[in-house]
């Protein structure tokens, strides 16, 4: 791919390959029974562990390779997108979401236990934030956890959890001091902890090999050691992971428009009306030629900004605008791109179809778009 040298090299490029090989051989011919199922299998975390897919980014130590190199997870995450599932690839990577506090905070000897075994896709991990009242106020979560000795006791509710069903390992935002940011901590909440249920897999509009989940806490006693970090300063956390996740949402954005894109462009090539091919139709060649465009433009910006956080820079405001941007592009590409496929993009036995409902959750998850555009407007002193 010459014309992303500037980002990738060969060692990304090798990542790149084997994880399209992996994509191709273990996804692909199973994706479409798995989105009408709303599920993949389990044993799809093991064979992602084992061809080291899931390490990617993470020490080596715990399993993982590429540790702090942005641009092989980047690789990564764009060919796995190549599996034209968004919610198999939320799934599978909801350990990106709620590994990495525990990675950088948790106490060693719980690091030490549940890094590798989330690595080598033994267990899953989700990231619990967003409560029934609200996922947008973050400082205003009500989930409480009061300290009883070598214990917290939690209370409350959270919903919409990626991987909530069956996840083993769930790093959970409540409350442990007041009223605010100021008093948020993350703790490590393990499947089986007594007190701790899991609801029903929620029905979603796409996104559908994920399971989504609201998750109950009835005097759950969590052992004071899987407090992840410092007591009340768990929100500092909560909004740094957030970094991470808009730019792998921006990618996932990024990737859906390139796969419409392509849908397009080989539809145009061989639907033929009145005589011809409709790609050699003018407003249709300037449609595709406009998606290709906006694709461009938005996935130099995400790359740049990568390339920022990987050089140590903080870019709060760009990510927020590239998770934005790319959100918003791809919604027009995938609105183009059923569009062009006439009424065969309206069917589901076609990609765009998906591609369709499943960006539609990107603009909302991992921070909705005004809340970017608040964060953004924040930034810029206003
Ligand atoms: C498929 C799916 C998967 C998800 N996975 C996870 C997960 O794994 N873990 C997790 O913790 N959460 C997850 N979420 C939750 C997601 O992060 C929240 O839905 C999101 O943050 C928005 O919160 P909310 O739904 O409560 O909307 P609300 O916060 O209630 O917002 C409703 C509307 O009000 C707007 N709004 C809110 N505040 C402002 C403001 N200050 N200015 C202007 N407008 C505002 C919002 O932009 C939105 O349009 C998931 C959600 C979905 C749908």
Not at 169 to 181: P, Q, S
Not at 236 to 264: D, W
Not at 323 to 341: E, L
């Amino acid at each position: 791919m010459p014309a992303f040298q500037e980002y990738f090299d060969q060692s990304h490029q090798l990542v790149r390959d084997s994880v399209r090989r992996f994509v191709e051989r273990e996804i692909l011919p199973h994706v479409a029974d798995w989105e009408e199922a709303e599920s993949f299998p389990r044993e799809l975390y093991l064979k992602a562990g084992a061809a080291g897919i899931l390490g990617i980014g993470y020490p080596e130590q715990f399993g993982g390779s590429h540790e702090g190199d942005l641009f092989a997870k980047v690789a990564a995450s764009e060919e796995l997108m190549r599996c034209g599932s968004g919610g198999l690839v939320a799934g599978l990577g909801s350990l990106d979401i709620g590994l990495p506090p525990i990675l950088k905070w948790a106490r060693p000897e719980v690091r030490d236990r549940v890094v590798p075994q989330v690595l080598s896709g033994e267990k899953i991990c989700a990231l619990a934030v967003t409560e029934p009242s609200g996922g947008s106020d973050v400082a205003s979560l009500k989930t409480r956890a009061v300290r009883d000795g070598d214990f917290y006791r939690v209370t409350g509710s959270k919903t919409f959890i990626t991987s909530g069903v069956r996840a083993d390992y769930y790093t959970v935002a409540v409350r442990t001091g007041g009223d605010g940011f100021g008093g948020v901590s993350l703790l490590l909440i393990e499947k089986g902890t007594p007190g701790f249920t899991v609801g029903r897999q929620l029905k979603k509009m796409g996104w559908w090999a994920s399971d989504t989940a609201e998750l109950f806490f009835d005097d759950c006693k969590v052992p004071v050691d899987n407090l992840i970090g410092v007591e009340n300063m768990g929100f500092a956390g909560i909004m740094a992971n957030f970094q991470s996740e808009r730019l792998a949402l921006a990618i996932m954005a990024n990737m859906t428009a390139e796969l419409a894109l392509e849908e397009s462009l080989s539809w145009a090539r061989q639907r033929e009306a009145f005589g011809k091919p409709i790609g050699k139709f003018q407003v249709l060649k300037h449609r595709l030629a406009e998606m290709a465009t906006q694709l461009e433009v938005s996935r130099e910006f995400t790359y740049r900004q990568a390339a920022k956080m990987a050089a140590g820079k903080s870019v709060i405001k760009e990510i927020s605008m590239a998770k934005n941007f790319a959100t918003d592009i791809a919604d027009r590409i995938v609105y183009d791109a059923v569009q062009v496929a006439g009424g065969m993009g309206y069917m589901r036995e076609s990609l765009v179809e998906r591609l369709y409902r499943d960006n539609r959750i990107l603009s909302i998850g991992g921070g909705t778009r005004e809340v970017m555009n608040e964060i953004i407007s924040k930034q810029m002193g206003l």
